[in-house]
């Protein structure tokens, strides 16, 4: 067992967002959170699982999270998990610019005055992010949630240490083996069972990488994805926001994005995905943070 320390840009709070988005006996998702700990496991090179916990502490300001490993592992492996630790709890953007910006709106003012530090959590790989984007299309997100719990403990890798598990998401190997009645005991209907497998098993057959859209602009990622069957533009985008660093991006299509924004823009009249896209370009390249504090505030503040 190892310990060490992190210490995330301030001002720093994601504590709040698995507060607001773990969901108690639907997880694993593959991560599990309570009471400020984050606990999962992380697939590393030559498929080498490592089980750590992450101590989530309450200072904004002065951020430390203390992450343990519950394997050994070598000084690389170290290394390769802490950057994948770093990008999914979002320990390395700086809200700073963005705090500024959002100084000269008073509605964006209050709502980060009230959301202070908060930051989202993204997918550990890009393929993580298209099997739950293709889960959560036109359903809720605590239903969807209950889908992707259920895929993980039966297709996912799991350590136990002690009284502890620790999951991974289902690799593209096990996830292109999987059955369609397999997938549908996962509470998916047949065509999203349909879809997970077949974009699955291209990826296994290593004819589509997804991680290399990180490489790629926002045209070329959004033609990509919506070239599988099944996939249109709100999952390619939804991807891009859960796990390619494109800051300038945000979900128009969502609904509930499209709720947040009529609320505070439009006296709640439910503006179509057409004027929420027009509307937030003039946030540049924060709309997708922006949008993301929005939803946040209208959810869970207003």
Same mark, same amino acid.
């Given at each position: 067992?190892?310990? !060490?320390?992190?210490?995330?840009?301030?001002?720093?709070?994601?504590?709040?967002?698995?507060?607001?988005?773990?969901?108690? %006996?639907?997880?694993?998702?593959?991560?599990?959170?309570?009471?400020?700990?984050?606990?999962?496991?992380?697939?590393?090179?030559?498929?080498?699982? $490592?089980?750590?916990?992450?101590?989530?502490?309450?200072?904004?300001?002065?951020? =430390?999270?203390? &992450?343990?490993?519950?394997? &050994?592992?070598? %000084?690389?492996?170290? /290394?390769?998990?802490? #950057?994948?630790?770093?990008?999914?709890?979002?320990? /390395?953007?700086?809200? =700073?610019?963005?705090?500024?910006?959002?100084?000269?709106?008073?509605?964006?003012?209050?709502?980060?005055?009230?959301?202070?530090?908060?930051?989202?959590?993204?997918?550990?790989? $890009?393929?993580?992010?298209?099997? $739950?984007?293709?889960?959560?299309?036109?359903?809720?997100?605590?239903?969807?949630?209950?889908?992707?719990?259920?895929?993980?403990? @039966?297709?996912?890798?799991?350590?136990?240490?002690?009284?502890?598990?620790?999951?991974?998401?289902?690799?593209? =190997?096990?996830?292109?083996?999987?059955? !369609?009645?397999?997938?549908?005991?996962?509470?998916?209907?047949?065509?999203?069972?349909?879809?997970?497998?077949?974009?699955?098993?291209?990826?296994?057959?290593?004819?589509?990488?997804?991680?290399?859209?990180?490489?790629?602009?926002?045209?070329?990622?959004?033609?990509?994805?919506?070239?599988?069957?099944?996939?249109?533009?709100?999952?390619?985008?939804? !991807?891009?926001?859960?796990?390619?660093? $494109?800051?300038? !991006?945000?979900?128009?299509?969502?609904?509930?994005?499209?709720? #947040?924004?009529?609320?505070?823009?439009?006296?709640?009249?439910?503006?179509?995905? &057409? /004027?929420?896209?027009?509307?937030?370009?003039?946030?540049? @390249?924060?709309?997708?943070?922006?949008?993301?504090?929005?939803?946040?505030?209208?959810?869970?503040?207003?």
């Amino acid at each position: 067992m190892e310990t !060490v320390t992190i210490e995330p840009k301030p001002p720093y709070d994601i504590k709040t967002h698995f507060e607001h988005y773990s969901l108690g %006996n639907l997880q694993p998702l593959p991560a599990i959170y309570e009471k400020g700990i984050y606990r999962r496991a992380f697939r590393l090179k030559d498929d080498i699982l $490592v089980p750590f916990e992450i101590e989530l502490n309450d200072d904004v300001d002065s951020p =430390k999270l203390k &992450a343990t490993f519950y394997s &050994a592992i070598t %000084n690389k492996e170290r /290394e390769q998990a802490i #950057a994948k630790l770093k990008w999914v709890l979002d320990t /390395e953007y700086d809200l =700073k610019p963005c705090y500024e910006y959002m100084n000269s709106d008073p509605i964006l003012s209050r709502v980060r005055n009230n959301n202070y530090g908060l930051r989202p959590s993204y997918y550990s790989t $890009v393929y993580e992010a298209i099997i $739950v984007a293709i889960v959560q299309q036109q359903i809720s997100l605590k239903i969807a949630s209950h889908m992707v719990s259920l895929i993980v403990r @039966r297709y996912g890798d799991c350590i136990r240490v002690g009284n502890k598990e620790f999951w991974e998401f289902p690799s593209p =190997k096990e996830l292109a083996k999987a059955t !369609v009645k397999g997938l549908r005991d996962c509470k998916l209907s047949e065509r999203k069972a349909e879809y997970i497998r077949n974009f699955s098993q291209v990826v296994a057959k290593g004819e589509f990488y997804p991680e290399s859209l990180k490489k790629c602009d926002y045209v070329q990622i959004v033609d990509k994805i919506t070239s599988f069957r099944g996939m249109g533009l709100w999952t390619a985008e939804s !991807v891009i926001v859960t796990s390619i660093d $494109v800051e300038n !991006v945000n979900p128009s299509g969502d609904l509930g994005a499209r709720k #947040a924004i009529s609320h505070f823009y439009s006296g709640d009249k439910l503006m179509s995905e &057409a /004027e929420v896209r027009n509307f937030t370009e003039r946030w540049g @390249r924060y709309k997708g943070i922006i949008t993301y504090y929005l939803m946040a505030e209208y959810v869970h503040n207003e």
